[in-house]
């Protein structure tokens, strides 16, 4: 995936590409393979209809076709969807719309969502919930972002005789180009659906860039039937490998021990998460993640002791005793500066530097001349984090 460091619309659209990639690595790649099922019925899904929404910033306008296309039911459940100029981003070539979607039928559908498909062009929902696959068209990709409408709803019922309005953010790079939009409107046809049908309460661990760096991650899995299989996330530049799993934690919670395999520097990094259910098959929910390798600005911590514990001379020697320490950033080695001066401020001098910690005989001093000792741990961080512990012990080598 790329490295950002900010999530920029170009930035995104890039990433919506590159998620073709994790399609194929799932065994669904391919022109609409897993996402235009003959009899979509045996999904509990319902695909109510595809429409061509041309959008002209120039002169404010939308206009709107409702396209038959072979593969495709169109069940009449819902009225056709409206949309609403409201303004355009000229910075970041972003238009607004509200659409609206209203239900005069005499069912009662679930989960209705409006899927915008990516193309050729770069066009891409920027704000939706998260990606499907579900009713994917041939040509652009695999997964597209969607935005859920009565998300407010329980079980997002959608009801007869009742609408639902949503905020769309579209990037167009072609500007003020006229641009012609595909989107569909599906439901499900009782209160569940294939796929898992919403991420959230991400909370992120902290990787820092050393390797075997490890962070403690979780999220929310969201299923209608609470029978999430699998979740993965694909970030190879941080993990090292195509994906990694996260294991079921409590309840809707899946967890993830994520390891910085790869070394990965100080940066952020965007992943792709996937989830799918016992009977989606194919079918999963997706989402892009920001996962942020921090600067390592923390030196290791004293186990017990801290610095120096004891000193033992001798002839033309010293002996020295210190306690271990740890870095809870890095899995890498501690190492210890050794530092040593005829006075009692000895950190200005050059140290010697050790591999591991108790005893460490100092040989070639001057016997009748006390010296000064101070002991600090250091990381592996770039540019290491020494810590500043001020004990100082002394001793007198003697014959």
């Known amino acids: 995936m790329m490295k950002h460091t900010d999530l920029k619309i170009e930035t995104k659209q890039h990433l919506i590409i590159l998620i073709f990639i994790i399609a194929c690595i799932f065994g669904s790649c391919g022109s609409g393979g897993v996402s235009t099922p003959d009899e979509p019925a045996d999904l509990r899904h319902r695909l109510l209809g595809v429409w061509s929404v041309e959008i002209d910033v120039m002169h404010q306008q939308i206009t709107v076709k409702k396209l038959n296309m072979k593969g495709f039911p169109v069940d009449a459940w819902l009225s056709e969807p409206k949309f609403y100029y409201k303004d355009f981003d000229v910075d970041n070539y972003i238009v607004h719309i509200d659409a609206e979607i209203e239900n005069l039928m005499h069912n009662t559908v679930w989960d209705p969502r409006m899927i915008v498909y990516t193309d050729d062009t770069g066009n891409v929902l920027t704000n939706g919930e998260h990606l499907t696959g579900l009713y994917d068209l041939p040509g652009g990709e695999v997964f597209n972002p969607f ?48 796929e898992p049908y919403d991420f959230s309460n991400f909370v992120k661990g ?26 993965a996330l694909y970030c190879p530049e941080i993990t090292g490998r195509p994906y990694v799993n996260f294991s079921p934690l409590i309840s809707n919670t899946w967890a993830l021990n994520l390891e910085n395999y790869a070394a990965a520097p100080v940066g952020e990094y965007s992943a792709v998460i996937m989830a799918s259910s016992e009977d989606s098959g194919n079918v999963v929910l997706a989402d892009i993640l920001t996962i942020t390798i921090s600067p390592d600005i923390y030196p290791p911590r004293w186990v017990a002791d801290k610095g120096l514990i004891s000193l033992t001379p001798g002839n033309g020697f010293v002996t020295l005793f210190w306690g271990m320490a740890t870095d809870k950033e890095s899995t890498q080695p501690i190492k210890y500066f050794v530092y040593f001066d005829t006075d009692d401020y000895p950190w200005d001098q050059e140290p010697y530097e050790r591999g591991w910690h108790d005893p460490f005989l100092l040989a070639g001093l001057e016997n009748g001349v006390k010296y000064y000792f101070n002991v600090r741990c250091v990381d592996t961080a770039d540019p290491p984090n020494i810590d500043d512990n001020t004990v100082v012990l002394s001793a007198t080598p003697l014959e």
Not at 156 to 163: A, K, L
Not at 206 to 230: C, H, M, R
């Open 147 to 194: 935005k859920a409408f009565s998300k407010t709803l329980p079980n997002r019922v959608f009801e007869m005789n009742s609408r639902s309005m949503e905020s769309l953010e579209i990037y167009l790079p072609g500007g003020f180009e006229v641009t012609t939009l595909t989107v569909a409107i599906e439901a499900s046809v009782k209160e569940n659906c294939v």
């Open 206 to 231: 902290e990787i820092f860039p050393q390797k075997g760096s490890n962070g403690y991650y979780n999220i929310d899995v969201l299923d209608w039937q609470d029978d999430t299989k699998a979740v």
